[in-house]
């Protein structure tokens, strides 16, 4: 293990422990988001509401997007450790529900509480990572979870069914309570931060409340509209325009607020608005090719379901090589030169796709879903880390927080449009997937669209700091900046 990092955390804190028991916690946050998918009949058949099945899905994915941001605030001002083992005692919870659930609508609940869970564990350990690693090893050590979502990713709806049709799939949530005990007592304790000193800042509730009422409505809109109800249907419009409402008001609130929960001033600095947006397209692009590249390889090209997932399989491969090498490469070249590497990979990755057809071979989709994972993990490491180094210790949460909600946002809008525009042009066959003779011509318009975002990203690349000097400076400027205004 490298030499510890230059700061108070980094000199009393063990690392190794410390990074081990963040990939553990992190391996149960991202195998709970897959490993439910082939189990989802089982457990429908046990519990029955086959009709709430995909609230198994949405009530995870809301509440840890919901929560991401205000989690990574509250690190800032209630401490790194407390929220992290506050977020690992949520999915403990969560977990038994799960596993001990007699009722569908209590393993929604259960769910519910994994995904407050996981909403903490994202951000928190991104920034206990940042704060315990110095500049150039952290690419190497969010490479490690970059690597620990790659697996997950692979491992985890194999797990699911393996469990579901031999032991029971009350084991998917069992499995999860001894791991959550074991990370939480390596983190307590191995990982040690500084002491708060002064009086610690008021928690902004009302900001709180309002920013998640607002991004619940705007994120349940995005991932149930054109399916559960149509985009012109009254609850369609209620809800978009309440979370507007809702927004509209935080934003209000916290350029008036001394102390939001989420302060949007974080978001002027060009480096932290440049890697939210960036983050927030790679989410679109991410889930555009999760959830069409295996619908392209059955419903176009004939192949099984297996055959599917190894082609997708390879943009989780590609991701964390990248990304652990992302490290050398931008205290080489910088910042700014990495993210144009990484961008102009994902956007040759993308165009490839274009070249797809009804005779095209998987290998073709693996190699070109390959290059777009290579480009990810050479674009979201180095944006990520270049907003952390621009933020000073106290705030470090909350722009990691942002950052990972973006992505989270960007996931839900690229299910809301991709899924639009192949509605639009197939019908839903009995298996729940498009079908038609225009499937072809309807994946080809979302490799369009992901072909755009990638254009995006890539000039986005070119308003990045040039390298980490230039991202100390402006955290040294704009901590001034804030001092002075709140003097």
Same mark, same amino acid.
């Not at 929220?83 to 977990?95: D, P, Q, R, T, W």
């Not at 390596?186 to 009422?213: Q, T």
């Not at 909600?405 to 639009?424: D, E, K, P, T």
């Not at 990638?454 to 001034?480: F, I, K, Q, W, Y």
């Given at each position: @293990?490298?030499?510890?990092?230059?700061?108070?955390?980094?000199?009393?804190?063990?690392?190794?422990?410390?990074? !081990?028991?963040?990939?553990?916690?992190?391996? /149960?946050?991202?195998? $709970?988001?897959?490993?439910?998918?082939?189990?989802? &009949?089982?457990?429908?058949?046990? /519990?029955?509401?086959?009709?709430?099945?995909?609230?198994?899905?949405?009530? #995870?994915?809301? !509440? =840890?997007?919901?929560?991401?941001?205000?989690? +990574?605030?509250?690190?800032?001002?209630?401490?790194?450790?407390?929220?992290?083992?506050?977020?690992?005692?949520?999915?403990?919870?969560?977990?038994?529900?799960?596993? *001990?659930?007699?009722? @569908?609508?209590?393993?929604? &609940?259960?769910?519910?509480? =994994?995904?407050?869970?996981?909403?903490?564990?994202?951000?928190?350990?991104?920034?206990?990572?940042? $704060?315990?690693?110095?500049?150039?090893?952290?690419?190497?050590? =969010?490479?490690? /979870?970059?690597?620990?979502?790659?697996?997950?990713?692979?491992?985890?709806?194999?797990?699911?069914?393996?469990? %579901?049709?031999?032991?029971?799939?009350?084991?998917?949530?069992?499995?999860?309570?001894?791991?959550?005990?074991?990370?939480?007592?390596?983190?307590?304790?191995? #990982?040690?931060?500084?002491?708060?000193?002064?009086?610690?800042?008021?928690? $902004?509730?009302?900001?709180?409340?309002?920013?998640? +009422?607002?991004?619940?409505?705007?994120?349940?809109g995005l991932l149930e509209g054109g399916g559960t109800w149509a985009w012109t249907s009254a609850p369609s419009v209620g809800i978009f325009a309440a979370a507007v409402v809702l927004l509209l008001a935080f934003g209000l609130h916290a350029t008036r607020s001394r102390y939001p929960i989420v302060d949007l001033r974080i978001l002027r600095r060009r480096v932290v608005g440049v890697s939210s947006t960036i983050s927030l397209l790679v989410g679109v692009v991410v889930l555009g090719l999760s959830t069409y590249i295996p619908?392209?390889?059955? +419903?176009?090209?004939?192949?099984?379901?297996?055959?599917?997932?190894? *082609?997708?399989?390879?943009?989780?491969?590609?991701?964390?090589?990248? %990304?652990?090498?992302?490290?050398?490469?931008?205290?080489?070249?910088?910042?700014?030169?990495?993210?144009?590497?990484?961008?102009?990979?994902?956007?040759?990755?993308?165009?490839?796709?274009?070249? /797809?057809? $009804? !005779?095209?071979?998987?290998?073709?989709?693996?190699? %070109?879903?390959?290059?777009?994972?290579?480009?990810?993990?050479?674009?979201?490491?180095?944006?990520?880390?270049?907003? =952390?180094?621009?933020?000073?210790?106290?705030?470090?949460?909350?722009?990691?927080?942002?950052?990972?909600?973006?992505?989270?946002?960007?996931?839900?809008?690229?299910?809301?449009?991709?899924?639009?525009?192949?509605?639009?042009?197939?019908?839903? +066959?009995?298996?729940?997937?498009?079908?038609?003779?225009?499937?072809? %011509?309807?994946?080809?318009?979302?490799?369009?669209?992901?072909?755009?975002?990638?254009?995006?990203?890539?000039?986005?690349?070119?308003?990045?700091?040039?390298?980490?000097?230039? &991202?100390?400076?402006?955290?040294?400027?704009?901590?001034?900046?804030?001092?002075?205004?709140?003097?």
């Open positions: @293990m490298p030499r510890p990092a230059d700061t108070a955390v980094g000199l009393r804190s063990e690392r190794g422990p410390v990074l !081990a028991s963040l990939m553990l916690a992190t391996a /149960l946050v991202a195998l $709970d988001a897959t490993i439910i998918a082939t189990a989802s &009949a089982t457990i429908a058949r046990h /519990l029955g509401g086959f009709d709430q099945v995909p609230w198994l899905f949405s009530s #995870y994915l809301l !509440a =840890q997007a919901v929560s991401t941001p205000l989690f +990574g605030r509250l690190a800032d001002v209630l401490g790194r450790k407390r929220l992290m083992l506050a977020g690992v005692g949520l999915f403990f919870v969560g977990s038994v529900l799960c596993a *001990a659930a007699p009722t @569908m609508g209590l393993l929604i &609940a259960g769910r519910a509480l =994994q995904g407050l869970g996981a909403g903490a564990v994202m951000p928190v350990s991104m920034t206990i990572t940042a $704060d315990i690693y110095t500049l150039a090893e952290r690419a190497k050590a =969010q490479g490690y /979870l970059a690597s620990v979502w790659a697996i997950s990713a692979v491992v985890g709806p194999t797990l699911g069914g393996v469990f %579901s049709e031999f032991t029971s799939w009350r084991w998917i949530f069992v499995i999860n309570v001894p791991l959550c005990a074991v990370a939480a007592w390596m983190l307590a304790r191995r #990982y040690h931060e500084p002491a708060h000193k002064g009086a610690r800042e008021p928690i $902004d509730y009302v900001g709180a409340v309002l920013l998640a +009422g607002g991004s619940t409505l705007l994120l349940l619908i392209y390889a059955q +419903g176009v090209l004939g192949t099984g379901p297996l055959l599917a997932g190894f *082609a997708l399989a390879a943009m989780t491969i590609g991701w964390p090589l990248s %990304s652990t090498n992302a490290g050398h490469l931008y205290l080489r070249i910088g910042f700014r030169f990495t993210t144009l590497v990484g961008t102009t990979l994902a956007l040759t990755g993308t165009a490839l796709l274009l070249l /797809l057809d $009804d !005779a095209s071979s998987l290998v073709m989709v693996a190699a %070109s879903c390959f290059v777009v994972g290579a480009g990810m993990g050479l674009t979201s490491v180095p944006t990520l880390i270049a907003a =952390q180094t621009s933020a000073a210790f106290t705030e470090r949460g909350a722009v990691t927080g942002t950052n990972m909600f973006a992505r989270s946002l960007g996931s839900a809008v690229g299910v809301a449009v991709c899924g639009a525009i192949v509605n639009a042009r197939t019908t839903i +066959g009995a298996g729940g997937t498009p079908v038609g003779p225009g499937l072809m %011509s309807a994946l080809h318009l979302v490799f369009v669209l992901l072909v755009g975002c990638a254009v995006v990203l890539v000039g986005l690349s070119t308003l990045m700091p040039a390298d980490r000097d230039e &991202a100390r400076r402006r955290r040294a400027g704009t901590v001034e900046a804030a001092e002075g205004a709140r003097a």
